[in-house]
């Protein structure tokens, strides 16, 4: 970002409506945090219509507001309540329930805030840095390039379902073929359309990811866990001292901020995956490790610094390279889609304002996080008290007026309900739905660079020669290769145990 071009991202990130809306986002985020069971994906769902009637920067910065609000609102009820509103938040629960059963949990909270602010503006920035070099980078891909790049996404769902690779080949297979249904790309010909004019387009993105996600979620939590209990210290005493709070671990914020943007830059890891790792860092490196495990202060710090750390390192391939590497970056891909903007190089050359005041917007978002988590993070626990079946209706009523408004029609609607007992289905018999997600929006990717390929090289054995000649393709192919080796590996050695 140059001179030229940060002072117009600032004033357009600072417009009202803009700040209002990043301020809302951000509510919501920690709200749907905070409540066990939702989380971030479910979160950006329920926001995802209201994007249609927003500019772009302002829908790319809505939604960034609510992932980020997710991110911490997840560690108040694992402070106070020993349940983790998100699965980032499981490692903030060993330090954090032990500090509010020692009467400390206002302390635990304000860490918890403080420690997300900075792991997301270290993301940030290196969103801010990072990004723009990969974009650039990526003008270097043509048909080839792009039919491999969707492959390694889709190779990642051997690598999430190692722990049942048949079930998440059998799932990722699934989301490919949902994304055949519509138009052939060169032949224009219907496939899977069953004569329903709506589905010639393919299926809508919005009805079906929240049919999978939010809906069969809700079915999940009422039919299997019943009315969910959560009883704990709700009133919390907190002392504010925020510019001392602010550069209490000042070494944890930045090491483990550097580990969740790491770990999130790499799609599919998971975010839980990095608040572990800068655990284990923060307790190997601190001066008082016998403190660990009995409400260590500091241990908050590295679990929230990298759980927030996450969010800015997980839209550097989402926006750069087109790959979601987990289902809250797919419903921020959408996103994208729905307010016409097409993730790769394209993205920062054509539509550089927009990008840089989601950069901006992303600090912003982040400031507003510190300051409604650490003045008011107590009070949001009143949601708690919403008698579950008001807030589950509420919630599908949100969701069907959503899917409804995006698109004005009631098929979506059809769409929504059926993919919302898919979804179901799917959680029962233990089918995850990332790698429907993966198959669903990388397929139609690699099939389309596929034929442009074939278009151009006339044969199978003119596209792998072509291959073998070009050092990305070579590079994409043996990490390929890696990914789904390394993955099967571990999935026999999980089978013999």
Not at 210 to 233: C, E, M, P, W, Y
Not at 273 to 278: G, N, R, S, Y
Request: charged residues 10%.
């Amino acid at each position: 970002m140059s001179f030229e071009t940060i002072l117009p991202a600032i004033m357009h990130a600072f417009q009202p409506m803009t700040l209002l809306a990043a301020l809302l986002a951000t509510l919501e985020g920690i709200i749907v945090g905070a409540l066990p069971g939702l989380g971030p994906t479910i979160g950006m769902s329920l926001l995802l219509p209201f994007t249609y009637s927003m500019e772009p920067a302002a829908a790319l910065i809505f939604l960034a507001a609510c992932y980020c609000g997710t991110q911490y609102g997840g560690s108040i009820t694992a402070i106070l309540l020993n349940t983790p509103g998100t699965p980032s938040a499981v490692a903030t629960t060993i330090e954090g329930y032990k500090m509010t059963l020692n009467g400390r949990g206002g302390e635990a909270l304000n860490e918890a805030v403080v420690a997300s602010f900075w792991g997301g503006m270290i993301s940030a920035l290196a969103f801010i840095f990072l990004a723009p070099v990969l974009a650039k980078f990526s003008l270097k891909f043509a048909s080839l390039e792009n039919f491999l790049l969707a492959l390694f996404g889709l190779a990642l769902i051997a690598s999430l379902s190692e722990k049942d690779m048949m079930k998440g080949l059998i799932s990722g297979a699934f989301g490919m073929a949902l994304g055949c249904i519509g138009t052939d790309p060169f032949t224009a010909t219907e496939r899977y359309t069953f004569g329903v004019l709506r589905l010639s387009s393919g299926l809508t993105l919005l009805p079906t990811m929240i049919g999978v996600f939010s809906i069969a979620r809700i079915i999940h939590n009422v039919t299997d866990h019943g009315k969910t209990n959560l009883q704990g210290k709700t009133d919390v005493k907190i002392k504010y001292n925020l510019f001392r709070d602010l550069f209490m671990y000042p070494v944890d914020y930045i090491r483990s901020g550097l580990i969740g943007t790491v770990i999130g830059i790499i799609p599919g890891a998971a975010g839980n995956v990095a608040t572990f790792i800068a655990y284990d860092q923060g307790k190997k490196r601190s001066k008082h490790p016998e403190e660990f495990g009995n409400g260590a202060r500091q241990g908050i710090a590295c679990t929230e610094s990298a759980n927030n750390g996450v969010t800015g390192g997980a839209m550097i391939p989402t926006l750069t390279l087109g790959i979601p590497g987990s289902p809250s970056m797919a419903v921020f891909m959408g996103a994208l889609l729905i307010v016409g903007l097409q993730p790769g190089y394209q993205l920062f050359e054509k539509n550089g304002d927009i990008m840089n005041t989601l950069m901006v917007g992303l600090i912003v978002a982040n400031v507003l996080m510190l300051l409604l988590g650490y003045f008011f993070s107590k009070y949001f626990l009143v949601v708690l008290k919403i008698p579950d079946n008001i807030l589950v209706a509420g919630i599908v009523v949100l969701c069907v007026a959503g899917v409804y408004a995006s698109g004005k029609n009631m098929v979506d609607i059809y769409i929504m309900l059926i993919f919302s007992f898919v979804g179901y289905a799917m959680e029962r018999f233990n089918f995850s739905a990332v790698p429907l997600v993966l198959g669903f929006i990388l397929g139609p990717l690699a099939e389309k660079s596929l034929l442009q390929a074939y278009k151009i090289q006339k044969s199978p054995l003119n596209i792998v020669m072509a291959m073998m000649k070009r050092p990305i393709c070579i590079v994409l192919i043996i990490v390929i290769l890696y990914i789904l080796i390394s993955s099967f590996r571990k999935s026999m050695k999980q089978e013999e145990a």
